[in-house]
C-alpha cells in the first residue's frame, strides 16, 4: 500500500478492518475478564504488554493501576493525549454468550472493554503506519464508575509528566447505529451528585402516633416536596434530575421509627443549576423536616462534574468524523446527556472533547439484542462492528492533530 494511498480514510479503515479479528479477540477477552475499579491488574498488564511490544514507553502505576503509552515522532511540538476506560461493574451477566464474564456478579455492562480494544487497535495502527509529528499519550484509565480513577490518575501527576495540548474521549452508544458517531460542543454530559438525608424523629408506639415526631411522615413528605426543585426552582431551560433512589425506615408494623434516610440522585448540566440544587435541596429538608418536628442531617457529596466539550477542539474532532465516515454517519450537536462520566475532570485541565460511537439501534434483526439495549443492563454487549470504525478514528484523529 502507497503512502498516498494509507493516507486515505478509507484505506484507514480499510486498514483496520484487516486487523478486526484480533482485536475483537482481544476486545472478548477482557469482557471474559472483567475487574471492578482500582482492580483491572490483568486489564492493565494486558494494555502494558502490547504498548510495549509496539515501542511504546510505558508508564503503570497512575491512579492505581492506570496505564500511559507515550509515543514521539519527529520534531512536532504538539502533544495529544487520547483515553480510554478499563473497569466493568458489579452487574450479573445475563446474555449468554460464549464470552460472558467468567466472574460472577462483575461484567463489563458499559463497553469500556470496547473502548479499550478501541485504543490499543489504533495503539498498534499508529505505531507500524502512523504518519504524524509530535507526541501521542495513550491514557488507558482505571476506575471511571464512580470511583473517580481520572482525578487520581491527575494526582499522581498525569498531565505534569505527560503534557496534552488537547486531549479526546469516546464512549460507545446504544441507539445510534454502529460506527455512527456524534458529537456535541458545549456541557455534553451531567453532574452526578449524591445526597442521603437522615430525618430524626423521636420514636414511639404506632396506636399513640401523638406521642411522637413521626420521620416517616416528615420523609415522605420530603419526597414529594423534592420534585418541586426541578419544577419549580430551576429554569425551564435548564436540565436537572432530582432522583430518590432510597427510603429505609422502621422494621415493624406497628413502631414509629426514631430515624427515616433517603439516598438521592441529583444531575445537572450547568454548574450554577448543580449549586442552586443543592441549596434548595438542603433547605427543603431542613424545612420540611422541622415542620414535622423533626430535624435533617444532610450529607451532600460531590461527584463528577458537568463535562464540557471546548468548542475549537470539537469543531476539529467533527471534521475527522466527516473525513472518515461522511455526513451521513456523524451528528455533528447531538443532545445532551444526563448520564455522568469522570473524563470531565480532565476536560477541567486541558481542553478537548468527548464523542460517542454507536452501538447499534436495534433496525438490523440480525444483530445482538444487547446491542440497542442500554449500557449498564445485565444483556448489554459492546458492538465489535464499531471496533474498527473507532479505531480508524482514532488514527485519524492524531494524525490529523500532530502535524508540524
Given amino acids: 500500500m502507497s503512502a498516498v494511498l494509507e493516507h486515505r480514510p478509507l484505506a484507514k479503515l480499510d486498514a483496520l478492518q484487516a486487523h478486526a479479528d484480533e482485536f475483537t479477540g482481544m476486545r472478548r477477552d477482557i469482557h471474559r475478564h472483567p475487574e471492578l475499579g482500582f482492580q483491572e491488574f490483568r486489564t492493565s498488564e494486558l494494555v502494558a504488554e502490547r504498548l510495549t511490544q509496539w515501542g511504546y514507553s510505558v508508564t503503570r502505576g497512575l491512579g492505581g493501576t492506570g496505564v500511559v503509552g507515550q509515543l514521539q515522532r519527529g520534531t512536532g511540538a504538539k502533544r495529544l493525549g487520547l483515553r480510554a476506560d478499563m473497569d466493568a461493574l458489579p452487574i450479573v451477566e445475563a446474555t449468554g454468550l460464549a464470552h460472558a464474564s467468567c466472574h460472577t456478579g462483575v461484567m463489563h455492562a458499559c463497553g469500556h472493554d470496547g473502548h479499550t480494544a478501541m485504543l490499543l487497535?489504533?495503539?498498534?495502527?499508529?505505531?507500524?503506519?502512523?504518519?504524524?509529528?509530535?507526541?501521542?499519550?495513550?491514557?488507558?484509565q482505571p476506575a471511571e464508575e464512580g470511583l473517580g480513577g481520572a482525578v487520581k490518575m491527575m494526582e499522581d501527576g498525569l498531565f505534569a509528566r505527560f503534557p496534552c495540548d488537547a486531549i479526546f474521549g469516546m464512549h460507545n452508544m446504544p441507539g445510534y447505529p454502529a460506527g455512527h458517531l456524534a458529537l456535541r460542543d458545549g456541557p455534553a454530559m451531567a453532574s452526578s451528585d449524591y445526597v442521603g438525608i437522615t430525618i430524626h424523629g423521636n420514636g414511639g408506639h404506632g396506636a399513640m402516633p401523638h406521642r411522637a415526631a413521626d420521620p416517616v411522615v416528615a420523609a415522605s413528605s420530603l419526597v414529594m416536596?423534592?420534585?418541586?426543585?426541578?419544577?419549580?426552582?430551576?429554569?425551564?431551560?435548564?436540565?436537572?434530575?432530582?432522583?430518590?433512589?432510597?427510603?429505609?425506615?422502621?422494621?415493624?408494623?406497628?413502631?414509629?421509627?426514631?430515624?427515616?434516610?433517603?439516598?438521592?440522585?441529583?444531575?445537572?448540566?450547568?454548574?450554577?443549576?448543580?449549586?442552586?440544587?443543592?441549596?434548595?435541596?438542603?433547605?427543603l429538608a431542613q424545612q420540611q423536616a422541622a415542620s414535622f418536628g423533626c430535624t435533617a442531617e444532610v450529607e451532600y457529596r460531590p461527584g463528577y462534574c458537568v463535562l464540557v466539550n471546548t468548542r475549537a477542539e470539537t469543531d476539529f474532532a467533527r471534521e475527522v468524523a466527516l473525513e472518515l465516515v461522511g455526513p451521513g454517519r456523524v451528528t455533528l450537536q447531538a443532545p445532551a446527556l444526563p448520564g455522568?462520566?469522570?473524563?470531565?475532570?480532565?476536560?477541567?485541565?486541558?481542553?478537548?472533547?468527548?464523542?460517542?460511537?454507536?452501538?447499534?439501534?436495534g433496525t438490523d434483526g440480525g444483530t445482538f439484542a444487547g446491542h440497542a439495549c442500554m449500557v449498564h443492563n445485565p444483556g448489554y454487549d459492546f458492538n465489535d462492528a464499531s471496533l474498527p470504525v473507532g479505531a480508524a478514528y482514532w488514527a485519524l484523529l492524531a494524525e490529523r492533530f500532530l502535524v508540524e
Fill in 121 to 140: 487497535a489504533a495503539a498498534q495502527h499508529l505505531a507500524e503506519h502512523g504518519d504524524f509529528s509530535g507526541t501521542l499519550n495513550l491514557i488507558f
Fill in 225 to 283: 416536596a423534592l420534585q418541586t426543585v426541578v419544577s419549580r426552582n430551576v429554569d425551564p431551560l435548564q436540565m436537572a434530575v432530582v432522583t430518590v433512589g432510597a427510603f429505609h425506615a422502621g422494621e415493624a408494623n406497628n413502631v414509629i421509627p426514631p430515624h427515616a434516610t433517603l439516598r438521592l440522585s441529583v444531575r445537572a448540566l450547568d454548574r450554577d443549576v448543580r449549586t442552586l440544587l443543592q441549596q434548595r435541596i438542603t433547605a
Fill in 340 to 361: 455522568s462520566e469522570d473524563f470531565a475532570f480532565m476536560l477541567e485541565k486541558v481542553p478537548g472533547s468527548y464523542l460517542l460511537i454507536g452501538n447499534g439501534d
